[in-house]
C-alpha cells in the first residue's frame, strides 16, 4: 500500500519516483538534510511555519531569516550574507496557512537565477492539490519549474489521507534517503492511513472538476466578503480566507457568530485566546 502511494503521488505530480512518508511535518527537515550536500546556507521566509524552522534546526547550516514575502529583503540578505562561490537555498510557505497569501516564488526564482547552484524549496501542505492548473502547488501556480525547485506537502489536507510526500527525479529521492536520517527513522505511515492516501490521490487525480468546484467556490465566498465590506481579501483560488477587522470598526462577536452559522448547519472551529486555531 505505501508503494501504491508513492506510485500514485509520482503520477500525480509528472514525476519519476516519489517519497511517502509518516507525517507531513517532517518534509522540510528531509529536503535540507537530504540536500545538505549541495548549499551553504539556508534562507527563511520570518514567517514560515514551525516545520521549516524545526527542520533548518536539525542541519548544521548557518540560517538566515528575511521579511514575510519580500523579494527585496531577500535579495538584500543573499548579497550581504553570501560569500564567494557559496550556494544559497531559499526556503518558505508556498501557501502561508493563517493569511492564504502565496509567496512571490517566481520572483524568488528570478533572483536565485543569479546565484549558481542555488535552491528554492516550497512546503505546499496547504497547496499540493488545490492550487496550480493540475493542482501540483504553489510551483506550477507560479510558473517555476527546473533543476532544484523542490517541494514537500502533505496528504491530510485536500487528499484526505494521511503522510508527507515529496516528488521529483529517482535521484533526487534516493539522495534524500541516503543524507535524510528520518525516512529510515521514523516509523512508517498505518496501512489503513495509506490506504485513505492512495484512494484520495485516484480521486483526485480521476476527478479535476472537484478542484475546478472548489476554485468556484472560494471565489463565490471571497466575492460575497467584498460586498459585505471586507476589501483586502486577495483574489487567488486559495480556500484560506483571511477577515481582517471589519473597515466599520464595530469588533466582531465571533462566538455569536459560530452559533448562528452552526443554527444554518455549518460548522465553524472557533477556539478563542489567541491559540494557532483562533489565528
Same mark, same amino acid.
Given at each position: 500500500?505505501?508503494?501504491?502511494?508513492?506510485?500514485?503521488?509520482?503520477?500525480?505530480?509528472?514525476?519519476?519516483?516519489?517519497?511517502?512518508?509518516?507525517?507531513?511535518?517532517?518534509?522540510?527537515?528531509?529536503?535540507?538534510?537530504?540536500?545538505? %550536500?549541495?548549499? +551553504?546556507?539556508?534562507?527563511?521566509?520570518?514567517?514560515?511555519?514551525?516545520?521549516?524552522?524545526?527542520?533548518?534546526?536539525?542541519?548544521?547550516?548557518?540560517?538566515? $531569516?528575511?521579511?514575510?514575502?519580500?523579494? +527585496?529583503?531577500?535579495?538584500?540578505?543573499?548579497?550581504?550574507?553570501?560569500?564567494?562561490?557559496?550556494?544559497?537555498?531559499?526556503?518558505? /510557505?508556498?501557501?502561508?496557512? $493563517?493569511?492564504?497569501?502565496?509567496?512571490?516564488?517566481?520572483?524568488?526564482?528570478?533572483?536565485?537565477?543569479?546565484?549558481?547552484?542555488?535552491?528554492?524549496?516550497? +512546503?505546499?501542505?496547504?497547496?499540493?492539490?488545490?492550487?496550480?492548473?493540475?493542482?501540483?502547488?504553489?510551483?506550477?501556480?507560479?510558473?517555476?519549474?527546473?533543476?532544484?525547485?523542490?517541494?514537500?506537502?502533505?496528504?491530510?489536507? *485536500?487528499?484526505?489521507?494521511?503522510?508527507?510526500?515529496?516528488?521529483?527525479?529517482?535521484?533526487?529521492?534516493?539522495?534524500?534517503?541516503?543524507?535524510?536520517?528520518? %525516512?529510515?527513522?521514523?516509523?512508517?505511515? %498505518?496501512?489503513?492511513?495509506?490506504? *485513505?492516501?492512495?484512494?484520495?490521490?485516484?480521486?483526485?487525480?480521476?476527478?479535476?472538476?472537484?478542484?475546478?468546484?472548489?476554485?468556484?467556490?472560494?471565489?463565490?465566498?471571497?466575492?460575497?466578503?467584498?460586498?459585505?465590506?471586507?476589501?483586502?481579501?486577495?483574489? $487567488?483560488?486559495?480556500?484560506?480566507?483571511?477577515?481582517?477587522?471589519?473597515?466599520?470598526?464595530?469588533?466582531? /462577536?465571533?462566538?455569536?457568530?459560530?452559533?448562528?452559522?452552526?443554527?444554518?448547519?455549518?460548522?465553524?472551529?472557533?477556539?478563542?485566546?489567541?491559540?494557532? $486555531?483562533?489565528?
Amino acid at each position: 500500500v505505501l508503494l501504491d502511494v508513492e506510485q500514485k503521488a509520482a503520477r500525480f505530480f509528472g514525476a519519476e519516483s516519489a517519497l511517502y512518508y509518516v507525517s507531513g511535518y517532517l518534509g522540510n527537515a528531509i529536503l535540507l538534510q537530504g540536500l545538505a %550536500p549541495d548549499y +551553504d546556507v539556508i534562507f527563511v521566509d520570518e514567517e514560515s511555519h514551525y516545520s521549516i524552522l524545526d527542520g533548518a534546526s536539525t542541519v548544521d547550516k548557518p540560517m538566515v $531569516t528575511f521579511a514575510h514575502a519580500d523579494s +527585496d529583503d531577500l535579495r538584500l540578505k543573499l548579497s550581504r550574507s553570501l560569500t564567494s562561490g557559496q550556494r544559497p537555498l531559499v526556503i518558505s /510557505d508556498g501557501v502561508f496557512p $493563517t493569511s492564504g497569501e502565496i509567496a512571490p516564488l517566481a520572483v524568488y526564482d528570478t533572483i536565485l537565477s543569479d546565484y549558481p547552484g542555488s535552491i528554492l524549496c516550497v +512546503d505546499d501542505a496547504h497547496a499540493y492539490m488545490v492550487i496550480g492548473e493540475t493542482g501540483r502547488g504553489s510551483l506550477e501556480y507560479c510558473g517555476v519549474q527546473g533543476e532544484r525547485r523542490y517541494s514537500c506537502g502533505t496528504l491530510s489536507k *485536500a487528499a484526505g489521507g494521511h503522510g508527507g510526500i515529496i516528488t521529483g527525479s529517482a535521484a533526487l529521492i534516493e539522495q534524500l534517503k541516503r543524507y535524510s536520517k528520518i %525516512p529510515a527513522g521514523a516509523s512508517a505511515v %498505518p496501512v489503513p492511513a495509506a490506504a *485513505a492516501s492512495a484512494a484520495g490521490l485516484a480521486i483526485l487525480q480521476e476527478q479535476p472538476e472537484l478542484r475546478r468546484q472548489l476554485w468556484a467556490n472560494v471565489a463565490y465566498a471571497k466575492k460575497a466578503f467584498r460586498e459585505l465590506g471586507f476589501e483586502s481579501i486577495p483574489d $487567488t483560488p486559495v480556500p484560506i480566507i483571511c477577515l481582517c477587522a471589519h473597515s466599520s470598526g464595530v469588533p466582531l /462577536d465571533l462566538a455569536l457568530i459560530q452559533q448562528q452559522l452552526f443554527a444554518k448547519g455549518i460548522a465553524v472551529l472557533y477556539v478563542p485566546g489567541g491559540s494557532y $486555531t483562533s489565528v
